[in-house]
Structures are given as structure tokens and as C-alpha cells.
């Protein structure tokens, strides 16, 4: 079979060196392209992939044409989410998106309505996915274990996304305020903040929890910050027809969970009509109650199975055998996640519960 080629497009987000080195590593993929305005950005990341010097491109129509690519992996901003959408489309790939899905839901249904009629995907990556924990929370809830879903509660973030290249590299703390002011993370305008950047995972994975159910309404207040637009904490009540769950994000994190957690746990905890469930992030058990055995206990989590081990290797599998992509990928049930983040936005901004947006 011809290697998947593969075009980067955008290094504002820092997951694209992660998401680059996945097509590295791939068997059956190749960097066929990368492009962005910033030539010292993409070589600072993607040199180390050995690719060669006339695959890089600071011309989006250069890069195009130097093509065809079967698929594009998008790192922009959040807020450039629709447009690069709209200008892929017509090329003729699937547009694998590094989340959040879009800076608003009249965006992501833009991205959607661009790809109609392609015959291509579009793809939304949620890397909590790829989580073993939530994959095992996944099952148990999916089997049974804890009876009837009812309660959704996450709590997550990290010390802000300043902090992190690729590969999880750490930036100091003194480098990290002397980016702040020109880092489109902390703009508005460019669909910054920690609530556009972690609550779409607790909206999103959670409507996968909940089997595509979508809440009546939110309520959400976020945080003020002298100096910063844009909020480093968001709390997001929602009311779901069976009752309340809650979605929390948070830049400044005492620690990043994925070196070591912090206080409060990162991650869900999920309340059942026979049990709980806690999936704590990057953990290597779950921990359960439930009726028959009330006291908490540990249940190991399922490695990733073969061909899904990993975002990358689980969407060229579907194209491969030309199948969608399905769960928090999915953009039909991404939007719902998309939905109850403009619901919270607003909310905050409005200062009063609101029913979930169309």
C-alpha cells in the first residue's frame, strides 16, 4: 500500500510536534508538506523528523500545490479553525483538527458544511481519547458496571500552556510570563483561555460517556485576572434530564498531571444509579464502587488495542478500510461538545444559566 501523505498545516499549537513524530513512526505515513508563516517554528519542530528542506513552506497555496496530500493535520489557532478548514477543503484530504474542534459552534458548522460533498473526513482529536484510564471508564460505564449514568465530573488543565513544547518539553517560569503578552493563547480574539482550551474535552468525552445526550442548560462562571482577557479557571454546571454534572477547567494547576497529579485529581469521576467510577488521567487503574461491593476497589485499565493505540494510527485505520471515524472524533458529536462550551462562554459572560445553544 502507498504511505498515507501527510501535510502539517499551523504550528500554533504545541501538539503538533507530538502529532508529527505519531506520522514519524507510522509504518504506513510519511511528512509529505508542512507549512506555516514562521520557517524557524516548523524547523525548531519537525527537523528532528528528518524532512527534507523543500517539504517546508511559509506559502499555504505553495504547499498546496506541491501536493497531493490524502490528509492534513490543522495546529492553528482556534479561531483560524474555520477558515484553514474552508481553504483545505477544496484540495481534495481529510483534515484530521488537533482540538478544541472551533472558537464557536457557527464555526464548527462552517467546518462541517466544507467538507460536505468532499467525500473526505474530518476529524476532531480530543487526546484525553487516547487515555488508557477513560478508555476502561469507557467500557465499564458501556457494560453496566455502575448501572445508569447520571453524574459527569471532570476537573482538568495543567500549569498552562505555556509550559509545554512538543514531547511535553518544559519552558521555565520566567519564559513563560515573557510569552504571555504576545501568545495568542491569552487573545480573545484569537480563541484563547482556558475554557475554549480544556472544557471541550470534559463537553466532549462526556457526551461520549452519556451516549450523545446533550444537557437543557449550563450555568458557568470563570475567573478575572488583572492584566489577562482571557480566564485561567472556568466552572460549568450543566442539567442533563437525568441531572447535574460539572465540567471545571484550570491553567495553573499546581502540578501538570501527566508528571505528577495534582490536587484536585485530573480527570472524571462519573456517578451511576449502582455504583461510581473514578478515571483519574494517565492512571493505571480505575477506582469502583457499586452496590454488590460498596468499598472502593481498583480495576487495572485496558491497554489501547492494537490499531488504536494512539490517534494517529486509529484514523489512517479508518481510512484505510474506509470507515468514519467514530466517538469524540466524530464531528456530529463533537459539535455537542462545541454546543455546551458556547452555552458556558456565554453564560460566564452573561452571568445567568442559559439553555444549551442550537
Known sequence: MAKFRIVGISFDHMHMGDLLRLVHDHLDAEIAGLFDRDLAKMQAVAGKFGVPEDRYFTDFDA????????????????????????????????????????????????????????????????????VESHVTAKRLIDEGMIGDLREVHFYDGNRGPLYHL??????????????????????????????????????????????????????????????????????????????????????????????????????????????TLASPDYAKTVTVQTRARPERHEIAVDPL??????????VLGCLARGEPVAGPLDPALSLIGQRIVDTAARSAAEKRTLELVP
Request: hydrophobic letters at 40%.
Open 166 to 275: 512538543a514531547d511535553k518539553v518544559e519552558v521555565s517560569p520566567e519564559e513563560v510570563e515573557r510569552q504571555k503578552p504576545g501568545s495568542w493563547w491569552y487573545k480573545k480574539a484569537a480563541g484563547g483561555g482556558s475554557l475554549l482550551d480544556y472544557m471541550g474535552y470534559g463537553a466532549t468525552l462526556g457526551t461520549w460517556f452519556m451516549d450523545g445526550a446533550a444537557p437543557l442548560e449550563v450555568t458557568c462562571t470563570v475567573d478575572g485576572t488583572p492584566g489577562i482577557e482571557v480566564d485561567q479557571h472556568a466552572i460549568a454546571v450543566c442539567r442533563y434530564a437525568r441531572g447535574l454534572s460539572k465540567m471545571e477547567t484550570r491553567w495553573g494547576t499546581f502540578t501538570d498531571p501527566w508528571t505528577q497529579q495534582p490536587q484536585p485529581t485530573c480527570g472524571f469521576t462519573f456517578v451511576g444509579s449502582d455504583g
Open 63 to 130: 504547499c498546496m500545490a506541491a501536493g497531493p496530500y490524502d490528509m492534513a493535520i490543522l495546529c492553528a489557532a482556534t479561531a483560524d479553525h474555520a477558515t484553514y478548514t474552508e481553504r483545505l477543503a477544496p484540495h481534495g484530504l481529510h483534515i484530521f483538527v488537533e482540538k478544541p474542534f472551533a472558537a464557536s459552534v457557527a464555526d464548527a458548522r462552517r467546518m462541517i458544511a466544507a467538507m460536505e460533498g468532499t467525500g473526505k473526513q474530518l476529524a476532531i482529536n480530543w487526546p484525553l481519547r487516547w
Open 305 to 314: 488495542p492494537e490499531g488504536a493505540s494512539n490517534a494517529i494510527d486509529y
